[in-house]
């Protein structure tokens, strides 16, 4: 059978309750403790609305009894809920952990709402969270990846918060499905690595535990994609490193997948009975800039010069099976939808944000030596992407990536290295998790002259604003091994509107 067949099945069977659910029966009991233990979170911003999400836990974040709750809502245009814009009610089921998203449109452009749930006797925290302006001056975001629970604190969050970013970009790794015996942690996971529903379920809980992640989702929405350790460290589509055969790693990585959508702030609409659930999606902010959010590991091409079904991330030198010309990192579904977005694009900044570094990487001067799991494996559709980019439409074109634990700025190019320049790559670090092994990249700039700026030291997050004249980011580092809050900026990147011939200025502080 093919690898799609065990996918699609696997998907279904245990996502069918989600899009199904019976009549509710309504459950009486009293919270035994604080059923929105986990938070409150907004997500997938739109002018006219957003989604809302919060999930309802027993004691010590354990399950609640098996039967649905019902749960009510309120969203208003003040902080004391004197001007109430909508109110309704969501059955929260046990076949979803008791999660609740509600999909919210008809509201008000450009406009700061909060909002909170009731259910079980008790009331959430407030939720702040806003809608898209129509005619945007500016967008700021925070950029974020990598975020390993017991390898650092979350404390970059308290930055993000004062920061007031309009927007939380996560890029994947939100959690860390494995330990790692030989690093120093700061506190422990608890348990063992988790390879089915409950255990995926367990690990969000545990990340929603912590206080600072819990106030960045109570007080921003989130736009969100998975890389990943939300399911097993390098796996591409249904190849995976312990080369588990589909009719096992399927059913794994669909409970992996429910767990996320139970937990993240993602609209319903992209997943409830769907064949597939779908991450891929636009949040278009105001006529300033287009934001596409990419899935780069549910359709890839199996690994190249790999063995059947394995998918590790290792180094392919001079591995001709790379440059097939077929071979997908993104899937035909969403190249189409993204070249569809590109092709009609009308605003000044283009950003696409994806969970993997996307420039070419060389490990040595003849440019065949590579890391396999980057867009490095996949250079024929890298190559399909950037001549997008190249296209008149898009005229300032910014990649959004992270995975590499290492804060990176490149120039991209279409084709060779004398070939159109279409854009620019910021790559953020690890927000809390282990830097990569010394000598890992070689000699980077000798090899990649494309590559204007690489740490691979620190830690932390990007911070960037556009506006309709430029864009200007910040690498900011912080030691994610400490609890005390301390930052600095290591580099920042300028670049003006209009000014695609010229690659982005990068100004150090070490």
């Known amino acids: 059978m093919h690898d799609s067949s065990w996918h699609r099945r696997a998907v279904l069977a245990a996502m069918a309750a989600l899009g199904t659910q019976a009549l509710p029966r309504f459950d009486a009991f009293a919270a035994s403790a604080n059923p929105f233990a986990l938070g409150v979170a907004s997500g997938d911003p739109a002018a006219d609305g957003f989604v809302l999400w919060t999930r309802l836990v027993g004691p010590a974040g354990g399950y609640l009894p098996p039967r649905a709750v019902e749960v009510r809502f309120e969203v208003a245009e003040d902080e004391n809920f004197r001007l109430i814009a909508r109110t309704g009610i969501e059955i929260a089921c046990p076949e979803a952990a008791h999660s609740v998203h509600v999909e919210l449109g008809g509201l008000r452009p450009g406009r700061t709402y909060w909002y909170r749930f009731h259910a079980l006797g008790a009331t959430s925290a407030v939720g702040r969270?806003?809608?898209?302006?129509?005619?945007?001056?500016?967008?700021?975001?925070?950029?974020?990846?990598?975020?390993?629970?017991?390898?650092?604190?979350?404390?970059?969050?308290?930055?993000?918060?004062?920061?007031?970013?309009?927007?939380?970009?996560?890029?994947?790794?939100?959690?860390?499905?494995?330990?790692?015996?030989?690093?120093?942690?700061?506190?422990?996971?608890?348990?063992?690595?988790?390879?089915?529903?409950?255990?995926?379920?367990?690990?969000?809980?545990?990340?929603?535990?912590?206080?600072?992640?819990?106030?960045?989702?109570?007080?921003?929405?989130?736009?969100?994609?998975?890389?990943?350790?939300?399911?097993?460290?390098?796996?591409?589509?249904?190849?995976?490193?312990?080369?588990?055969?589909?009719?096992?790693?399927?059913?794994?990585?669909?409970?992996?997948?429910?767990?996320?959508?139970?937990?993240?702030?993602?609209?319903?609409?992209?997943w409830r009975s769907k064949p597939t659930p779908r991450l891929f999606r636009g949040v278009d902010?105001?006529?300033?800039?287009?934001?596409?959010?990419?899935?780069?590991?549910?359709?890839?091409?199996?690994?190249?010069?790999?063995?059947?079904?394995?998918?590790?991330?290792?180094?392919?030198?001079?591995?001709?099976?790379?440059?097939?010309?077929?071979?997908?990192?993104?899937?035909?579904?969403?190249?189409?939808?993204?070249?569809?977005?590109?092709?009609?694009?009308?605003?000044?900044?283009?950003?696409?944000?994806?969970?993997?570094?996307?420039?070419?990487?060389?490990?040595?001067?003849?440019?065949?030596?590579?890391?396999?799991?980057?867009?490095?494996?996949?250079?024929?559709?890298?190559?399909r992407l950037t001549e997008r980019l190249g296209q008149p439409s898009v005229t300032n074109a910014v990649v959004l990536s992270g995975d590499i634990h290492s804060f990176w700025v490149n120039d991209l190019k279409h084709g060779p290295a004398s070939g159109q320049r279409v854009g620019t790559e910021i790559v953020t670090s690890a927000l809390a998790a282990q830097s990569p092994p010394s000598g890992r990249f070689g000699d980077v700039l000798a090899n990649n002259p494309h590559i204007l700026f690489s740490d691979v030291q620190h830690s932390g997050y990007v911070l960037m604003e556009v506006d309709k004249q430029r864009m200007h980011a910040q690498l900011r580092q912080i030691d994610a091994k400490q609890t005390g809050l301390q930052t600095r900026v290591l580099a920042t990147v300028e670049r003006e509107a209009g000014a695609k011939d010229e690659p982005a200025a990068v100004v150090t502080t070490r």
């Open 129 to 270: 969270t806003k809608t898209v302006p129509v005619d945007a001056a500016r967008l700021k975001l925070a950029m974020t990846s990598c975020q390993h629970w017991e390898l650092g604190w979350f404390g970059a969050y308290r930055d993000m918060i004062a920061a007031t970013p309009d927007l939380i970009v996560q890029v994947g790794d939100y959690i860390y499905e494995q330990s790692y015996a030989d690093q120093p942690k700061v506190r422990s996971f608890g348990a063992p690595d988790p390879t089915d529903l409950d255990g995926y379920r367990a690990r969000y809980a545990l990340y929603r535990s912590d206080p600072d992640l819990r106030e960045a989702h109570r007080l921003f929405p989130w736009l969100v994609t998975w890389d990943d350790h939300e399911v097993l460290n390098d796996y591409a589509a249904l190849a995976n490193r312990e080369g588990l055969p589909p009719e096992t790693f399927a059913p794994r990585r669909a409970a992996a997948y429910q767990a996320y959508f139970e937990h993240m702030p993602i609209r319903p609409s992209l």
């Open 285 to 383: 902010w105001g006529e300033l800039a287009s934001l596409s959010m990419l899935d780069t590991r549910q359709y890839r091409s199996s690994p190249a010069c790999a063995a059947p079904q394995v998918a590790r991330n290792v180094k392919l030198d001079h591995c001709k099976e790379r440059h097939v010309s077929d071979r997908s990192m993104l899937g035909a579904a969403q190249e189409a939808w993204l070249g569809r977005r590109l092709q009609r694009e009308r605003r000044p900044w283009t950003l696409l944000a994806q969970g993997v570094f996307f420039a070419p990487l060389a490990l040595d001067g003849t440019g065949e030596t590579v890391w396999s799991d980057q867009w490095d494996g996949y250079p024929a559709a890298r190559n």
